[in-house]
């Protein structure tokens, strides 16, 4: 009787593992992939097996997504979502909002952004949002001012610039490998992560957390939005758990939105 049952049991394990439905969500490593990683066992718990693919780029996992290759991205925060829609043809929408990753400035020549030489070099990221947000960051710092009234700023749209620095648009991903060549760099956070830099002890400058937009989200194909999986993985990442995971584990430099 005892072997009859001990095989009913596995015959019902194999069964149950055979038949959980497949999430695929495409992010980048750190904080993404960390986040995802801490609620596999919820999802497993709803018969969810919850798959993560590591990108180092923010267009690959949106294309994925696109396609349907992946049935969400967890990587980026809304601007940047709507600019690529406008620009690739993508139809992406945003579920839930997760995180801020703060942007900071960062370098590996000076300790003080008032020790910033004249025509230093500074690099930026090169897609149109993230450009935009790290030319608002300089002007933060007092190193240049903008035509506030352009929607989406790049160097052109710089109407002041004191100490002629030299602006260089440079993919996101690769900008903490330019530190030793350029003065100063602005870097998203997942990017420094990467590149074992800490923004609260490496940066120059931190953006503010107040009134930011830049939350990063859970983005789907759309018309997924409401799927039952979509909402199990929305509703799983915004629990009490990550809350306390991302607070725990990034110290302030990653902020909860939830």
Do not use: C, W
């Not at 001990?6 to 980048?28: C, G, R, Y």
């Not at 049935?71 to 993508?90: I, L, R, S």
């Not at 008032?114 to 960051?137: F, H, M, Q, Y």
Request: hydrophobic share 40%.
């Amino acid at each position: 009787m005892k072997k009859f049952l001990l095989a009913s049991l596995l015959s019902a394990s194999v069964v149950s593992f055979a038949l959980a439905e497949k999430i695929v969500v495409a992010a980048t490593p750190i904080p993404h992939a960390e986040i995802l990683e801490q609620i596999k066992p919820d999802l497993k718990a709803q018969g969810y097996d919850l798959e993560v693919k590591v990108f180092n780029d923010y267009v690959t996992p949106n294309l994925a997504t696109d396609s349907g290759d992946a049935d969400a991205g967890f990587f980026q925060h809304v601007p940047y979502m709507v600019e690529f829609n406008a620009n690739k043809g993508t139809k992406l929408k945003a579920t839930v909002g997760v995180h801020l990753e703060p942007m900071g400035i960062y370098s590996h020549k000076i300790k003080n952004l008032k020790d910033l030489k004249n025509g230093a070099k500074v690099a930026v990221p090169n897609d149109p949002t993230n450009e935009s947000r790290a030319l608002d960051l300089l002007v933060a710092a007092g190193l240049i001012e903008v035509d506030q009234s352009a929607k989406l700023r790049t160097p052109l749209d710089v109407t002041k610039n004191p100490k002629n620095l030299e602006i260089l648009e440079l993919e996101g991903a690769a900008l903490p490998r330019t530190l030793g060549d350029v003065d100063i760099a602005v870097i998203n956070s997942n990017f420094a992560f990467n590149a074992n830099l800490n923004p609260i002890k490496d940066s120059l400058l931190l953006e503010k957390a107040e009134g930011n937009p830049y939350t990063n989200v859970i983005s789907v194909k759309e018309g997924n939005e409401n799927s039952p999986k979509i909402k199990a993985l929305d509703k799983a990442i915004q629990s009490e758990k990550v809350k306390k995971f991302i607070e725990t584990q990034y110290k302030g430099a990653i902020i909860p939105s939830f």
